[in-house]
């Protein structure tokens, strides 16, 4: 499907003047304008999203241009663009804006908002065609991926710590096969191009503001939890992983990263941070409870719900020595800051 799709595509390289995008031979752009460079984020109706793209227009080295298929939750004023990433007006879109970055952010579980189909479309037939238009992209030498540690599964037989070369076991889900079927086009189309990409696979991100379904799940007055299991878990705090993606950005670092917070904490323990409640269910009655919770327009993917019964604790060593980044907060940090009981730094 997408070779043809390419056929229709004129690329060319293109500059800025104003608002409007001109042919490289025109001189009517002030030179000053020529060094910005030009960025592009898909996904920029999530939280995270929208929180970077915040934080890329306070940069006057920067100017950033937003893409989604559905209406941003921030407010921000780069331009956007409401465009599916597997249709032929995105392609074209991304080669007139010739962007130097890309920061390919919807990559999440639409499964609640559009249905299990329409989410594959979205993560995998989409991400191929975004590095397809990339592929094709004079202009674009670095790529950051925003990637989930969902891609590991979460299951009993899977090593006590994933490193970035694990291969996970049990049977996967939908969502950690659409994540693996994407991090394959990724590796592909960085062995064709000189394009460096950046895949960073975030721990489940933590905080009042994101309100993603784990966010939701922990702040449940009384929390459904399986009778028998005390899960590891791992996070990272929502300004952490934004603050991780702007970083990636900027040091064009090529290859594959877990990225959470120092530490990991036990569910139980969890729960006593947030001075909540357990409800211990055997297996039957938890699940019948994540299917209440889902009437009650709280859905837990089948991936949380799969971490809540088994756990997962990623290696950091890489993010930490080959990257070069630290998240500011622990895990217990995020924890309790994500429940409003985080204390005030000193200094800050």
Not at 150 to 171: C, D, H, I, K, W
């Amino acid at each position: 499907m997408l070779p043809n799709l390419w056929s229709y595509l004129e690329p060319g390289p293109a500059h800025i003047a104003g608002n409007r995008w001109l042919p490289s031979s025109s001189t009517a752009a002030p030179s000053s304008l020529l060094v910005m460079r030009r960025i592009l984020v898909t996904g920029a109706a999530t939280w995270t999203g929208g929180s970077l793209i915040q934080r890329l227009e306070a940069r006057p080295d920067l100017r950033v241009f937003a893409v989604d298929d559905v209406e941003p939750r921030l407010e921000f004023t780069s331009e956007f663009e409401r465009l599916s990433l597997d249709r032929l007006d995105f392609a074209r879109y991304l080669l007139d804006v010739t962007p130097h970055s890309v920061v390919h952010l919807q990559t999440v579980d639409r499964t609640a908002e559009l249905g299990r189909a329409r989410s594959h479309e979205e993560n995998v037939v989409g991400a191929q065609a975004l590095f397809g238009a990339i592929g094709r992209s004079a202009a674009t030498e670095h790529v950051v991926v925003k990637s989930d540690s969902a891609v590991y599964g979460a299951s009993p037989r899977n090593p006590s710590v994933l490193t970035e070369a694990a291969q996970p076991r049990g049977r996967p889900d939908h969502y950690q096969r659409d994540l693996a079927e994407m991090e394959r086009f990724v590796r592909e189309v960085a062995a064709q191009h000189d394009v460096g990409y950046t895949v960073l696979r975030f721990a489940p991100i933590l905080g009042n503001q994101v309100g993603n379904a784990m966010s939701r799940y922990l702040t449940l007055p009384g929390m459904p939890t399986l009778l028998g299991f005390d899960p590891r878990l791992q996070f990272v705090h929502e300004d952490d992983a934004v603050r991780a993606l702007e970083y990636a950005m900027d040091v064009e670092t090529p290859g594959t990263f877990n990225v959470a917070a120092t530490g990991q904490l036990y569910l139980s323990r969890i729960i006593r941070l947030g001075l909540r409640l357990a409800q211990p269910l055997p297996k039957r009655a938890f699940d019948a409870a994540m299917r209440g919770l889902a009437a009650l327009d709280l859905f837990i993917p089948e991936h949380t719900q799969s971490l809540l019964k088994h756990g997962r604790v990623i290696d950091t060593t890489a993010m930490r020595e080959r990257l070069a980044f630290r998240p500011e907060l622990t895990c217990r940090q995020t924890v309790l800051a994500a429940y409003g009981r985080l204390p005030e730094r000193r200094g800050a």
